[in-house]
């Protein structure tokens, strides 16, 4: 259904795309260098990106400084619609999880020496041709570096940079790019503009003397790292959103709504109980479904797809008057939960998926063999039901925020049913969630869990995050960053569509998803992971060679939250890498059970995914073991043990944890 679903969609989308193409500008008009673009790239506006030259001062933020597009900068997208900056410019930084793209002609990473993504530790070296240096701290910042394998034009092929794990929030930092070598291994020289404003100062009068002023910090902290100007192709500076800039919308909305619940519970209906005998299901016993009423900050009379937050002139979500969200959930009660009260849990469905995945095969399994009901809301702004939406930003950027404010609308749909979840007199209250002598069904004395999967994993670090009542969860088949993601995931090939039509040149796609990333951070992990284990734990649980949420993007995850690996994680020789999971400490046997944060590796034996920005696609990269830890017994074990107690125990014992690939 989904997929078809999708196809119809798609269709319609690239059809309607397809129609404003003949009066869309060439691919490479953007006015790369027109009013208010970085003189230091003649090639295309906005790079080098991140960069505080499109940024302004104001002492009104965490980190004095604004983002401050400005329409004219912004790529638009062949319909030629100018892209409304607003939603990007309450900013006060750049994403955390950015990635940093430069377009250097010529450059050959393998001949400069840039860190690979199986060389992280390179990133280090006091010779490194690519310098990330935190200016507050004076720290370099790991990273690895590649060529956009994506480009069909090698003259207008972008480097990306990506942190091995996230800038630190509300920290300021200075790139530089040295000593670049091209193919033959000759030294590529600075474009003239930087070679202008890196040397000696110029007159008050010269075009580039602002540009120069504003760079002259940037060059001062390299110089102090041991950065020489000699040699530099190019350097630049940005400023990291802070915490309440990327947190304050989701923590707006949490802290008003729960102000007006005070003590009470939620107001919930149920609407539907449905008793299955053994021979119908004999795992899940009760089917339960309701609603659950959510106040609404959402623009638009019942939140739909496409409405943004109701902003107040302080520019913070406000409850549209009156407004009520009403949150449809479905819950699974296992039958022992007729014997023994069962763990209450949140389940968090895959990509722009529904609800009614709380009843698949593998939650069902984990709920009767552990004990847990799970309940599970639809995560609007990232539903089935939002599919048009998310295939209209693609073409049209204008409607992206509607993306992550309707999901931190969703996430608060989920608080409000876990808090009726665990309430005395929340859902244990009604005859759907008690016995037929009226004892409870779920024990709502030691809090709730959560565990989601895929999309459940990567925007459930959030949900953790902003929950009063959720503790510990489980991200399961994980990673956070969609700009870092989308072009690893096989999912994201009938997207991939609908992005080549409506901006068909690669080195302006990379730029589109950055920005794409600076709102998403609201509304997903990568905007809160660096503070989420702060009173939280999490247990990742990754598919080695995922075809579906990259690798590489729990690596970063796991490093930015500080959770340890369990070891040994791989067989030896089974990673690519030169230091497998660098930057990530294991657990050592002696410190389980660990009562922390962790990540837990399950291979099927599927083959290494790209070392490229490119999705496992083709027969080369064999089974998507995507599903795999989910339907594993002994995975199951280690997400209940900790969600129960706290405790991360090793289930693998002294050899890496393996899943059997799943049917």
């Given amino acids: 259904m989904f997929h078809r679903l999708l196809r119809g969609l798609l269709a319609a989308a690239l059809g309607a795309a ?32 991140p960069n505080d030259w499109y940024t302004r001062p104001d002492p009104a933020t965490d980190t004095g400084r604004r983002v401050a597009f400005g329409a004219a900068v912004l790529p638009r997208a062949t319909a030629g619609r100018p892209v409304d900056p607003t939603a990007w410019n309450r900013s006060d930084g750049f994403s955390p999880g950015s990635t940093l793209i430069a377009h250097v002609p010529g450059l050959d990473p393998a001949a400069t020496g840039a860190a690979p993504i199986t060389g992280i530790g390179r990133s280090l070296a006091p ?7 935190d200016t507050r701290t004076g720290e370099r910042w790991p990273y690895w ?73 940037a060059l001062q902290a390299l110089r102090r ?5 000699e040699g530099l192709y190019l350097a630049w500076d940005f400023t990291v959103a802070s915490t309440r800039g990327l947190t304050g919308d989701l923590f707006t909305i949490r802290d008003d709504a729960f102000r007006r619940l005070g003590g009470r519970s939620p107001a919930f209906a149920v609407t539907q109980v449905t008793d299955f005998t053994a021979e119908q299901d004999p795992r899940i016993a009760r089917e339960v479904t309701g609603r659950i009423d959510v106040p609404g900050y959402l623009n638009l009379p019942g939140g739909p797809p496409g409405s943004v937050f109701h902003r107040g002139r302080d520019g913070l979500p406000r409850r549209l008057p009156l407004h009520t969200q009403l949150a449809t959930f479905r819950c699974e009660i296992p039958r022992s939960a007729f014997r023994t009260a069962s763990h209450p849990a949140l389940y968090g469905h895959g ?57 931190e609308q969703g996430m608060l749909n989920a608080l409000f049913l876990a808090r009726a979840l665990i309430h005395a007199d929340g859902l244990s209250t009604d005859p759907a969630f008690r016995d037929a002598d009226g004892r409870p069904l779920v024990d709502i004395r030691h809090g709730i869990g959560y565990d989601g999967n895929s ?40 997207f991939q569509q609908v992005l080549d039509t409506s ?32 009173r939280h734990r999490v247990l990742m649980h990754i598919a080695y060679g995922d075809h579906q949420v990259a690798n590489a993007a729990a690596d970063v995850e796991a490093r930015t939250l500080g959770a340890r690996l369990i070891a040994p994680a791989l067989a030896p020789g089974r990673s690519p890498d030169t230091v497998p999971y660098w930057g990530i400490e294991a657990v050592s046997r002696g410190q389980l059970p660990y009562r922390g944060s962790a990540m837990t590796v399950w291979d099927s034996g599927t083959p290494t995914p790209p070392l490229t920005n490119t999705p496992p696609d083709g027969p080369q990269y064999g089974h998507d073991p995507h599903s795999d830890p989910r339907n594993s017994s002994a995975a199951r074990q280690q997400k209940a043990t900790f969600l129960t107690t706290g405790r991360v125990i090793n289930v693998c014992g002294t050899t890496p944890c393996t899943a059997a690939p799943a049917s």
Avoid at 225 to 229: C, D, L, Y
């Fill in 455 to 494: 999309q459940g994993g990567i925007l459930g670090g959030a949900l953790v995050a902003a929950s009063p009542d959720i503790r510990r969860g489980v991200l399961g088949v994980t990673g956070m960053n969609y700009g870092l993601l989308l072009n690893r995931s096989a999912d994201f090939a009938p």
């Fill in 503 to 534: 901006y068909p040149d690669k080195l302006r796609q990379q730029i589109v998803l950055q920005l794409f990333q600076m709102v998403w951070d609201r509304g997903e992990t990568n905007g809160y992971a660096s503070h989420l284990t702060d």
């Fill in 225 to 229: 790292a041991g950065v020489r100007t």
């Fill in 127 to 133: 010779d490194a041709p690519v310098v990330l240096l």
């Fill in 351 to 407: 990509l722009l998926g529904r609800r009614s995945e709380v009843g698949a095969g593998n939650v069902k399994s984990m709920a009767a063999e552990h004990n847990f009901t799970f309940c599970a809301t639809d995560w609007i702004g990232m539903a089935e039901e939002d599919i048009p939406v998310v295939l209209g930003a693609l073409a049209d950027p204008n409607l992206f925020p509607a993306v992550p404010e309707r999901s």
């Fill in 18 to 49: 397809a129609l404003l193409v003949p009066d869309a500008r060439p691919a490479h008009a953007a006015g790369p260098s027109g009013p208010g673009c970085d003189p230091l790239a003649p090639v295309e506006c906005l790079l080098p990106f």
């Fill in 145 to 217: 570096a590649e060529p956009d394998a994506n480009a069909t034009d090698p003259a207008r092929r972008a480097l990306l940079i990506h942190p091995a794990r996230n800038f630190r929030d509300g920290h300021h930092y200075a790139v530089a790019l040295r000593n670049l070598k091209d193919a033959a291994g000759r030294t590529i020289a600075a474009a003239d503009p930087f070679a202008a404003v890196a040397g000696r100062p110029l007159p008050g009068g010269h075009p580039l003397h602002a540009r120069q002023r504003q760079l002259r910090p």
